[in-house]
């Protein structure tokens, strides 16, 4: 399940990292930041192994697609693309990262987007929030380069009862409940390693922080059962179930699915400007 696990891969020499990220990040990335790209390659490995994972992205991915609305004029761009399987999803997506890996088409920070005013139409981000240490920086950011009818979409852990317990016994990013939340609106540079499975639930459906949320309407906010997802054992366990039961963990899951705080443990939330 862990996709970006810092305590249990090895470190990173500033020769490695400066072989492989552009001169013009190396202000931004650190040697600990690096461990995103680690995890990447690591990820790869996994996504074409499992086609048990692929099937299950699908659904994530449709239910992302379906908060995009092709009338809005402008760029799709996805921040955090990882190993890039979105764009397949949606060719027309521009997909960026940090790191500037072949199958991607930008290497950027979302800080400090290379995307001029009012000229993209959606910002997709796949399990990238709970990593954004400064979420109001980022959100200052999106609603420069976002047209005034743009939205953000993004897909995040959810943190519900059951969800609690799993990803915080079985992943190694915390899921940092209670811990504070930085609510500044520049990040300083370099940007270091950062988690908070929690930080999509405390912000779009507690509403812990109402300075985050000014200046954006939350158009859509759909918490789901996951234990397909769950029992996985995602890009870095082993699979606790065949493929084959895929369908009637679904067929589960979807009843689950009327409980969000007693069994959601994914989201989709959709941002737009207020
Ligand atoms: C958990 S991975 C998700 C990757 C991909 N979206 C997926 O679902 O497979 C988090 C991604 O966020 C990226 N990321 C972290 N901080 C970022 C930042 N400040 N700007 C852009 N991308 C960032 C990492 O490089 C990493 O690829």
């Known amino acids: 399940m862990s996709r970006c696990c810092v305590s249990t891969i090895g470190s990173v020499t500033s020769q490695h990292r400066s072989a492989l990220v552009p001169p013009f990040l190396t202000s931004i990335v650190t040697d600990l930041l690096y461990q995103h790209q680690i995890e990447i390659q690591r990820n790869l490995i996994a996504w074409r192994a499992k086609p048990l994972l692929q099937r299950i992205y699908r659904g994530f991915y449709l239910r992302v697609v379906h908060q995009i609305d092709p009338a809005i004029p402008g760029s799709i761009v996805e921040i955090g693309s990882g190993i890039g399987n979105f764009k397949s999803h949606l060719k027309s997506a521009i997909a960026t990262d940090l790191f500037p890996n072949t199958w991607l088409d930008v290497a950027c920070d979302c800080y400090e987007l290379p995307f001029r005013n009012g000229t993209v139409s959606h910002l997709v981000l796949f399990d990238v929030f709970h990593h954004l240490r400064a979420p109001n920086a980022f959100l200052r950011e999106a609603r420069r380069v976002l047209t005034d009818s743009g939205r953000i979409v993004m897909c995040e852990p959810y943190i519900s009862i059951c969800s609690f317990l799993i990803y915080g016994a079985l992943h190694d990013e915390p899921v940092a409940w209670r811990s504070p939340i930085n609510q500044a609106l520049w990040l300083s540079r370099p940007r270091d390693y950062y988690a908070a499975q929690g930080n999509a639930t ?67 939330v959709g941002l737009c400007p207020d």
């Open 202 to 268: 405390r912000l779009f459906f507690r509403k812990e922080l109402a300075a985050c949320l000014k200046g954006w309407i939350i158009f859509h906010a759909e918490a789901f059962s996951c234990f397909c997802y769950l029992l996985s054992g995602g890009f870095s366990k082993k699979a606790l179930y065949p493929l084959r039961w895929l369908d009637i963990l679904q067929w589960y899951d979807k009843r689950l699915s009327y409980w969000p705080k007693c069994f959601g443990a994914r989201c989709v």
